[in-house]
């Protein structure tokens, strides 16, 4: 992975969601999201799309 891969920008994401106070909800997107991002290259191209896609609309929401 370089420093601006899809998988870091997923781990950036979930990170930032972290460092607040999520909801429960919020946490365990997030996991999910870094779970995926530590295994990226085990991941199928359209479990990778989807991760990227809800780390885009995480984006979006955030204050």
Same mark, same amino acid.
């Given at each position: 992975?370089?420093?601006?891969?899809?998988?870091?920008?997923? %781990?950036?994401?979930? #990170?930032? @969601? @972290?460092?607040?106070?999520?909801?429960?909800? /919020?946490?365990?997107?997030?996991?999910?999201?870094? +779970?995926?991002?530590? +295994?990226? /290259?085990?991941?199928?191209?359209?479990? $990778?799309? %989807?991760?990227?896609?809800?780390? +885009?609309?995480?984006? $979006? #929401?955030?204050?």
């Amino acid at each position: 992975m370089n420093e601006n891969s899809p998988a870091d920008f997923v %781990r950036l994401v979930a #990170g930032n @969601l @972290l460092a607040g106070a999520p909801a429960l909800q /919020e946490r365990a997107t997030a996991e999910l999201l870094q +779970s995926l991002a530590d +295994s990226w /290259e085990q991941q199928p191209a359209t479990v $990778r799309k %989807r991760a990227v896609a809800v780390a +885009s609309a995480l984006v $979006r #929401g955030m204050p």
